[in-house]
């Protein structure tokens, strides 16, 4: 290891720091940037480290992370002090900048030096570091408010999934504020119950008979109106509570399938939207079970719309369960298809009814040639694998027009009806017939 000047203060490669003992430092540290002056923080995560620890140990995870400190101290000047602050994290504080911008400079050559590959143990491992910047005095005057506004800067970085350093800003600390009290809310929700689910019609094409619904989230919020799932549903996804919803969600329309059949409406096909994490996480297969048991509907009155990103995680684990649920009769169908992946080799594995085309190409298609191709291509792939296509998001009859000729078997969209609450899909599938 080079000899550092005595000037930078710093614990590589061995020690390691507590945050309490790194903000100590800090402080000490502010006491000495000149006035007029800005400081900066840097939250440095070195990615991949802890699959490291877990395959080798803490060994190799230290050897490893000294090798980086010293690739952020080559970043560093003399008087900047930097810290292994974490098992996979370093601190960095550089003291005296003119301006900002210097502290983005540090931060993008920490990232750049930090990318190339560590040797170790054999392997070429690739790092993806993730940095958070604060700045002194802007974004704050101590230690212990600068440390945190540079983690909150990091948990962007983490989140963005591209970048791979962000400077703090005031509207980062509220968007996450808000994170933390609808995710609150949300257990609270799931606790209560406070969901209610909308079935908006599918229609054959061309002649638009009513052939089944799609049952679509709602959350009760007891201040607010009725909530879509688009501000809550990727909260759910990323704490988990997807899970317990989406288990209610099944729940709830399998008894509406049970409770509309006692009332003697026509048998409809009700499809419910499954999540990925429902799959890796829950215990699918068996709730299917004993609900299609404690209610006894048929099984093919429901279907499951899975999407795409079902696939490439565990997708032996994925399909055991979905063949499994398949082979109990209950449909199956691939929602928005054509925005993910689409590998052609998946879709043979899976037992699917249905393909649903995203509302995008629908909208697209009658404007633009090239989208219309690429649902006459969906079009034909599906006849040749025997799936029925379902449109999304229909709202012109032209788009009706355009989508029989080209063979789209059913559809769902607003031209046809609105997600409707359980009372008013009963008076819309029980109205009298047009003359
Ligand atoms: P999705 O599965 O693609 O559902 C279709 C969405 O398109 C629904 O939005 C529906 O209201 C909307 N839509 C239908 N026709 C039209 C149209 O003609 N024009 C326009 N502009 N929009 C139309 P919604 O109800 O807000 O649901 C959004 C997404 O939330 C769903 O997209 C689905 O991914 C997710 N979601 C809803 N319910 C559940 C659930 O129970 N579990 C899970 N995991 N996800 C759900
Ligand atoms: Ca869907
Ligand atoms: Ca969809």
Not at 1 to 14: E, H, I
Not at 169 to 198: C, I
Not at 296 to 325: F, S, V
């Amino acid at each position: 290891m080079a000899l550092l000047p005595a000037s930078v203060m710093t614990t590589l490669p061995g020690e390691l720091l507590d945050m309490r003992s790194f903000s100590d430092r800090v402080t000490r540290a502010l006491e000495d940037v000149p006035v007029g002056r800005s400081a900066g923080l840097l939250l440095v995560e070195a990615n991949r480290m802890s699959q490291l620890f877990r395959v080798h140990g803490q060994a190799a995870l230290d050897r490893a992370m000294a090798e980086l400190g010293q690739r952020v101290l080559a970043c560093c000047g003399r008087r900047d002090l930097v810290c292994r602050v974490g098992q996979t994290k370093f601190g960095v504080f550089l003291p005296d900048l003119e301006h900002a911008g210097k502290a983005l400079f540090a931060a993008s050559s920490i990232a750049g030096r930090m990318a190339d590959p560590v040797q170790i143990e054999g392997l070429r491992l690739f790092i993806n570091p993730k940095i958070g910047v604060a700045i002194a005095p802007d974004d704050a005057d101590n230690a212990l408010d600068l440390i945190r506004n540079a983690a909150v800067a990091l948990e962007n970085v983490r989140r963005s999934g591209a970048a791979r350093y962000l400077h703090y800003t005031g509207a980062m600390r509220e968007s996450l504020k808000a994170r933390l009290s609808l995710e609150d809310e949300l257990r609270l929700a799931v606790q209560n119950g406070d969901f209610e689910l909308h079935y908006q019609p599918k229609v054959t094409l061309p002649g638009g008979e009513v052939v089944g619904a799609e049952a679509l989230l709602r959350w009760r919020h007891p201040e607010r109106d009725l909530i879509p799932p688009s501000t809550f549903i990727q909260t759910a996804e990323e704490t988990g509570l997807i899970v317990p919803i989406g288990e209610w969600a099944l729940r709830e329309a399998i008894r509406q399938i049970r409770a509309w059949l006692d009332a003697g409406l026509p048998p409809l096909q009700i499809a419910v939207n499954v999540s990925e994490r429902q799959f890796r996480w829950g215990h699918l297969p068996a709730l299917v079970d004993v609900l299609l048991q404690e209610s006894g509907i048929p099984p093919h009155l429901l279907l499951l719309e899975i999407t795409e990103t079902i696939l490439p995680e565990d997708l032996e684990g994925a399909l055991k369960q979905i063949r499994w649920i398949a082979d109990r009769g209950v449909a199956l169908a691939l929602d928005d298809f054509g925005t993910g992946y689409s590998s052609l080799s998946y879709l043979r594995e899976l037992p699917l009814d249905s393909l649903k085309v995203d509302r995008k190409f629908v909208t697209d298609m009658e404007t633009h040639q090239p989208t219309r191709h690429i649902v006459e291509a969906i079009v034909a792939m599906a006849r040749a694998m025997d799936l029925k296509v379902v449109a999304e998001g229909v709202e012109t009859t032209a788009q009706v027009d355009l989508l029989s000729r080209l063979g789209v078997e059913e559809a769902q969209g607003f031209l046809f009806s609105r997600p409707l609450s359980p009372a008013a899909f009963e008076a819309f599938i029980t109205r009298p017939a047009l003359p």
